[in-house]
């Protein structure tokens, strides 16, 4: 039973392994592009509207309102990368409930890579509110001293933003395989739809604390509000 796509080494040559990993990974993106083209290319502003433009605005439109909850601010300038990780995060969870499939975010690499994307986008976006100057000073209050604690958060939360979404897809998949190994088939239904519940639910979290650390970057009043709203979501 494999309960990493790391596992599962598709084609080796040499050096190089193509993991199961790599090969979700960009099926999910070129689904995720395919379907956004498939959408947005006969939007309309009739009444009458596809299904899937329905489901888009609906989509867009509780991103939107999340971002302007944690943010106070428009949500047009977070939107693009916020919600890019929540739809990739909560496609690559939901499609566990195919046979066969391995979802990426059950890969420790997969998970680090999204937690870094993170980290560089909090400086990205912190730089581009206040400043260069600006940005390097919140390191610098109140105190110089307290610099080396802040970057040590900074890389401790980055840490804890990839295990806390690698831990729970593992954890999914080796209850849901034990489940099928020990237990009639009826149980194994019931974890799995469980753990797209999960899924969801961690998708939505990576993506709350995301925005998060950039507001707190972004926007110096709102960041005792934003600390607040991390240790409320973390718990």
Known sequence: MRLSPDEWILWSWRWFDLSATIVFTWLIMLGLVALAFLVTRNLSIDEKISPLQNFLEVLVSGLVDQIKDVSHDEAARYLPFIGTLFIFI??????????????????????????????????????????????????????????????????????????????????GALIVGILISITPFFFPIVMQLLGLLTGLIQAYIFAVLAMVYIVSAAQADLSKNSKARTSKVEG
Do not use: D, H, K, W
């Not at 066969?100 to 890969?107: I, K, R």
């Not at 690499?109 to 560089?120: D, G, M, P, R, W």
């Not at 986008?121 to 209050?141: E, H, K, T």
């Open 90 to 171: 909560a496609t690559a969870n939901l499609l566990s409930i195919i046979p066969g499939y391995l979802a990426p975010t059950g890969s420790l690499s997969t998970t680090t890579a999204l937690a870094l994307s993170v980290f560089v986008a909090v400086p990205v976006f912190g730089v581009a509110s206040r400043g260069v100057g600006g940005y390097i000073m919140q390191y610098l209050r109140p105190t110089p001293f307290m610099a080396p604690f802040t970057i040590i958060s900074e890389f401790s939360r980055t840490i804890a933003l990839a295990i806390r979404l690698y831990g729970n897809a593992m954890s």
